[in-house]
């Protein structure tokens, strides 16, 4: 599934300071049944957002009108647990296109990349600067420039650059997913495979 | 040079190295199911394009299924939709080893993939499943992928992977009384934290491991994910081999001798190097607990939950959890009231916990106000746990046996345990509400549970043990 281009994003952020932030969290599996990609974002952080009776939780980030944007900060190893892709599919859905945390879990971060939602990984140190100034002040802004690789504190000009791969960056920046590559070069899989050890 | 195991195995899988990128990896066996697969197969149907070795791609239901009356219709209509777009799928695409509800063969993936004899050594095997790392147990590079990986697969036999960083672990020694797989499963993460091994692959060493059963070697591999880690493997050997003659897609014959031949050379050199090499001794190991909302919060069941300045990472994150399960400081596990008890899941839902769960509550009896899942990962182990009279000594003891499937592990069918109810669960994942909203979740091994089950609170299943 292509996804929009992504080269430089400026925006607010919302701020989510928790470690350890499982893809159970992100999106609980009973919300999983469905045979289609659509309607993720409502579920987003579903028991972290919303009461057992579905009335929101004041207190929860997503409820709170003071914080809005396109970009996602969460505390260290966030992404963490269950491979389901739904987790980068409602981060999606739900509107951000960027998550910035100072350690990703693995399969989360591959996850994002191939569905077009860039996972921005800075120092321990710089993460608590985003976050301290979010919540100094909740217009903050921050920019994400893909091409730099660099993200941004506009407010005070502070700077971190982010590593990503060139081939991912290059499919990032063009909305490019990696099937679009494995089928153009299907005759060399057919030929590789007739080599396989067994 | 390719002298890890690890190496050996992923340098032959090599399609390509693309520059600056990932690797094309070659991928020898797929596994699916209901949750993952449907959003993969849209995407082959809206690219217009089919499924490139169909043969190599294997179909079972388990995450969404119902573990009792499994013969009447499935009542959640979303599950039952998934179930039905399987099948379906499974059927346009032309992939021939699907097995559904009913099927003997069905069950957990991680289960059903070894008992068949799919999972082997040498071979990539990669899943919609993040404890697709259990088969590495066979010596095999095995790992969780997300649903456009799977599309992946399905459409090119290939997934795109920068080659993760070496990891050893080695455990020598031998295990003390009670102490069983799972317990040093728990033990490595609890000293690596749950994001310890990111970007790692794992090779376990050492007598404990070699002198581990095949199911005891899947338990620990099949939990390597929960330390960040992309898999986990161990080296194949006899064990490995008599566990795999013989099976449905074993090879046989003239392919058994060639295949044995390559499997011998599957093994780590002496002189090879990792990023990062672990040591511990098995006798520090005892029977392991968690008492947090993550599987690196876990400890000697006879110790006292730790103060948030002895633990990794920051005090507000550690102080939520312990609020969520309802737990303080310095608070003892052992005698805390439990309500529930769930042994089952890919990471112990296999005969020989089924074993060591009765071989405890045997001449013993379920507490009265716990409630006790027993769900086995298969029908073939289902078929066991008869064949051994592991059942009788079950019942007699007042348990009763569901039938085989993910169960509580996700809790994604029916079996949910209730908001503050707390399940001691020898399943995979603490997670806040993993077994059902608000659920609170204690891992453990079979032994600790099967303690859990007979006395009603948390037990050192070593002071039950003759
Ligand atoms: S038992 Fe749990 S971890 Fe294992 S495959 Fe099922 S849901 Fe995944």
């Known amino acids: ?198 | 040079m390719s002298n890890t195991l690890f190496d050996k195995v992923w340098d032959a899988h090599v399609v390509r190295k693309i520059d600056g990128g990932p690797d094309v990896l070659f991928i020898d066996r797929h596994l699916i199911h209901e949750v993952t697969s449907p959003v993969a197969f849209l995407g082959l149907k809206n690219r217009g394009i089919g499924v490139l070795y169909p043969e190599r791609t294997f179909a079972t239901a388990d995450h969404n299924t119902p573990t009792i009356n499994q013969h009447l219709p499935v009542q959640d209509p979303l599950s039952a939709n998934q179930l039905k777009t399987l099948e379906e799928n499974t059927k346009t695409y032309g992939i021939k080893n699907y097995w559904g509800l009913g099927d003997y063969k069905n069950g957990i993936v991680h289960v059903i993939g070894p008992e068949f004899g799919i999972t082997q050594p040498g071979a990539t095997i990669v899943c919609g499943d993040s404890h697709t790392s259990t088969h590495g147990a066979f010596g095999a590079i095995a790992f969780g992928i997300g649903t456009s990986e799977v599309e992946m697969v399905l459409s090119s036999q290939c997934i795109m992977q920068p080659k993760p960083k070496s990891m050893r672990i080695t455990i020598n020694g031998s295990l003390g009384k009670g102490v069983v797989p799972k317990d040093v499963a728990l033990f490595i993460i609890s000293k690596l934290t749950t994001s310890g091994a990111t970007g790692y692959f794992v090779e376990y060493a050492g007598e404990v491991f070699e002198n581990m059963s095949m199911e005891g070697r899947m338990t620990v591999c099949n939990l390597s994910i929960e330390m960040g880690a992309r898999g986990g493997m161990i080296a194949p050997d006899q064990t490995t081999f008599d566990y795999v003659q013989g099976r449905e897609f074993s090879p046989k014959g003239a392919d058994w001798d060639r295949a044995m031949a390559y499997w011998k050379t599957l093994k780590t050199e002496p002189n090879a190097v990792f990023d990062k090499e672990l040591v511990f001794d098995g006798a520090e190991i005892e029977p392991m607990i968690t008492y947090g909302t993550n599987p690196g919060m876990g400890m000697g069941i006879s110790h006292h939950i730790p103060d948030a300045e002895q633990v990794e990472g920051g005090v507000a994150t550690y102080e939520k959890s312990l609020g969520y399960m309802g737990f303080n400081e310095g608070d003892a596990m052992i005698g805390k009231k439990i309500d529930y008890v769930f042994v089952g899941s890919c990471t112990n839902g296999r005969i020989e916990d089924f074993r060591a769960f009765a071989s405890l509550v045997k001449g013993k009896h379920k507490a009265n106000d716990v409630t006790v899942w027993l769900v086995p990962g298969s029908h073939v182990v289902e078929k066991q746990i008869r064949e051994e009279g592991i059942l009788d000594v079950l019942t007699e003891a007042g348990f009763t046996l569901r039938q085989p499937g993910c169960s509580a592990c996700l809790a994604m069918n029916d079996d949910k345990v209730p908001a503050g109810k707390i399940a001691v669960s020898t399943s995979n994942r603490n997670f806040e509400g993993r077994q059902g909203p608000g659920a609170r979740t204690l891992l453990a091994s079979p032994l600790v549970a099967a303690a859990a089950a007979v006395t009603g609170v948390v037990t050192d299943p070593r002071t039950l043990l003759q």
């Open chain 1, 1 to 198: 599934m292509a996804y929009d281009s992504f080269n430089k994003l400026t925006s607010r952020a919302v701020p989510l300071p928790i470690e350890n932030v499982d893809t159970d969290q992100i999106i609980p599996a009973r919300f999983l049944k469905a045979t289609e990609r659509v309607g993720f974002g409502d579920n987003l952080f579903r028991d972290w957002r919303y009461h057992p009776d579905n009335t929101p939780k004041a207190d929860f980030v997503l409820n709170d009108p003071t914080y809005s944007g396109s970009i996602l900060v969460g505390g260290k190893n966030f992404g963490s647990g269950s491979s389901r892709e739904h987790a980068a599919w409602a981060i999606y859905d739900y509107g951000f296109r960027c998550v910035v945390s100072s350690f990703f879990a693995d399969i989360f971060r591959g996850n994002c990349l191939n569905i077009g939602v860039l996972p921005v990984q800075v120092s321990a140190g710089f993460l608590e600067k985003i976050f301290a100034a979010i919540f100094a002040d909740p217009h903050t802004e921050l920019e994400i420039n893909l091409p730099a690789q660099t993200i941004t504190l506009l407010a005070t000009g502070e700077q971190e650059s982010f590593d990503i791969n060139s081939y991912k960056k290059e499919n990032m920046l063009n909305g490019f997913d990696d099937i679009d590559y494995l089928i153009n070069i299907k005759s060399n899989i057919q030929e590789f495979a007739k080599t396989l050890p067994l």
